[in-house]
């Protein structure tokens, strides 16, 4: 594969930023949405190997072709646009506002938040025909999966809130390494295989991703889930993406940046 060094790459990401700021509302709204929906259906697929298999690490290691799918056809995640756009407002681009930033931030999350509902409604409709029969085992996981991260957490009061924004965090360390390791190289063949690895092992160690739960959380209410709207949002969605947030940007975007963009002159010998 063509290999690219961490200074060439780091440049990259602050382009990727650049350009995700200028980015047209028409087009920040449908990449959005497209890349909420897939990975979506992703986790939707993940789960249905898990629940007739039984096996967490087998779901772990096919879930990822979802967000695969989404970066190679240039689709935009909250959790990427988390690392790489406020790359841009650092390195001062022109243009590149704290306002400009939010924007596309508040886009993408609408965006992929429509994708997400969506990919529920389709799942949950051919689970029971139209809502005509119960959704079998796959209804059952995913109801019990939305009450005990939801509820789970709401029982520990704030250490069970700080558990899910650490969580958060983990995770988006991690999916922005496969963010980030799809840049090093120019070959399809070595962009997937840096973007399984840190997909897999955020998905095998239950971290919380503000997207799949965009999508696993309506699915499981709609399936059965006792908890309501408002125990998602406070005990889930909000810890999640603003840790997603201090994760992607403080452990990977800006280690990278200091040291790769604005790297330090060497020490004399």
């Not at 063949?189 to 503000?210: R, T």
Request: proline residues 3%; contains cysteine.
């Amino acid at each position: 594969m063509s290999y690219l060094e961490p200074s060439e790459f780091a440049k990259k990401m602050v382009d990727a930023g650049e350009q995700k700021i200028f980015m047209s509302t028409k087009d920040t709204l449908i990449r959005a949405f497209m890349a909420g929906a897939i990975l979506a259906l992703a986790a939707f697929f993940a789960i249905t190997v898990i629940t007739k298999t039984g096996s967490p690490i087998l779901g772990a290691i096919l879930f990822p072709v979802g967000f695969i799918m989404l970066y190679l056809m240039k689709y935009d995640l909250l959790t990427g646009v988390f690392t790489l756009v406020p790359l841009a407002v650092i390195d001062k681009r022109p243009g590149c506002t704290v306002k400009g930033m939010l924007r596309n931030w508040g886009l993408v999350f609408c965006g992929n938040f429509a994708g997400a509902l969506t990919t529920a409604f389709f799942a949950s409709f051919i689970l029971t025909y139209g809502y005509q029969i119960d959704g079998g085992a796959v209804a059952e996981k995913v109801a019990t999966i939305g009450e005990s991260r939801t509820l789970g957490y709401k029982e520990q009061g704030f250490g069970g809130w700080m558990t899910i924004f650490i969580r958060g965090m983990l995770c988006n360390w991690m999916v922005s390494m496969g963010v980030v390791g799809a840049m090093i190289s120019t070959s399809a063949g070595a962009k997937i295989a840096a973007m399984w690895m840190p997909i897999m092992l955020f998905f095998f160690m239950v971290f919380e991703h503000s997207i799949v739960n965009m999508f696993l959380f309506p699915f499981s209410m709609i399936m059965g889930g006792d908890f309501h709207v408002t125990d998602y949002f406070i005990w889930n969605e909000i810890p999640t993406a603003l840790g997603n947030l201090v994760g992607g940007f403080l452990l990977v975007a800006l280690p990278i940046y200091y040291t790769h963009v604005r790297e330090s002159k060497k020490r004399a010998a």
